[in-house]
């Protein structure tokens, strides 16, 4: 399945510390044409509830069809576009800049100022 940046999937998200997964939500990053190349570059959708990491994004969940308060985590990842298993929303214009901005600090090294 070859999708849009900031649609929001279903995934079976790989752990950073074992071979397993689990089925998530997940932002795409990368726009169509790269996607179009086999793999798309995403980010962790997770629970707000969790230990916040620097650089999360509330978003918006009930605009994208999540049942709870979620934040677009700054843990990325690389994945086989067949392993994409549904699409699910997309985020809205607002959760979109925001997310853009902090991938761009994250990437420039720049500082957040709240």
């Not at 959708?45 to 969790?50: C, G, K, L, V």
């Amino acid at each position: 399945m070859i999708c849009d940046a900031f649609e929001v999937v279903a995934v079976p998200f790989p752990f950073t510390d074992s071979a397993h997964s689990v089925r998530r939500p997940a932002v795409i990053l990368s726009h169509h044409d790269f996607n179009g190349a086999g793999h798309t570059l995403m980010a962790m959708i997770t629970d707000s509830r969790n230990l916040p990491w620097p650089l999360d994004v509330p978003i918006d969940n009930a605009s994208v069809g999540l049942r709870m308060a979620s934040v677009v985590r700054m843990k990325l990842f690389t994945l086989d576009n067949r392993l994409i298993i549904r699409r699910v929303g997309a985020l809205s214009e607002t959760d979109r800049h925001r997310v853009l901005k902090s991938l761009q600090q994250l990437l420039s090294g720049a500082k957040r100022h709240n």
